[in-house]
Each structure stands twice: as C-alpha cells, then as structure tokens.
C-alpha cells in the first residue's frame, strides 16, 4: 500500500477528514486507507473513522486493524517526551 491512501489527523474541521477517507474510497479507489493520529488528535481520529464507516461508508468499508505506539522526541525547552501514536486501517469490504 502506498503512503497515498495515508489520513493524517490534525487540526482541521473534523467533516474535512471524513471527506478525506470518503473520496480515497470512491473516487481514487482504494481498498485501504489509514488514518493517523498522535497525542491530543487520537480521540479524533477514532472519530473519524467511525464516522466514515458507520455513517457515509455503510456496509462498505470495515475495520482492518488498530495499532498503537508512542514516539519519543525532543520539544522546545530541549526535553525528552513521549507522544502516544494511533493508526486506524480500514479496508473495503
């Protein structure tokens, strides 16, 4: 699978996103897209993909696979911290 097919969850609108996964689905024909996700941004990310598949995707798209991970780096004030990480992989039925 290619890096395209990849959502990451940040900021915007939350519709943004689900459209997101919606058009990977329909219009470039993906049969899986993943949406990422990390710190503060998880609890959206799992949102989103309910929505997409519950809602707008109906019995068309399900739930392939949940991983979870954290990602240590270095912020500002030069400290090392640990962000947790969420990729949510849904495929076509």
């Known amino acids: 699978m290619t890096e395209d097919n990849s959502i990451f969850i940040g900021g915007k609108p939350?519709?943004?996103?689900?459209t997101s996964i919606v058009m990977q689905f329909t219009t470039k024909d993906a049969n899986e897209?993943?949406?990422?996700?990390?710190g503060k941004f998880i609890n959206?990310?799992?949102?989103?993909?309910?929505?997409?598949?519950?809602?707008?995707?109906?019995?068309?798209i399900e739930l392939k696979g949940i991983a979870i991970n954290s990602e240590e780096f270095e912020n500002k004030?030069?400290?090392q911290i640990?962000?947790?990480?969420?990729?949510?992989t849904l495929k076509k039925k």
């Open 14 to 18: 939350f519709m943004n996103y689900v």
């Open 33 to 38: 897209v993943i949406v990422k996700a990390r």
């Open 44 to 60: 959206r990310a799992v949102d989103v993909s309910e929505v997409a598949s519950k809602r707008f995707l109906k019995d068309q």
């Open 77 to 79: 004030e030069g400290k």
């Open 82 to 88: 640990r962000v947790s990480t969420i990729e949510i």
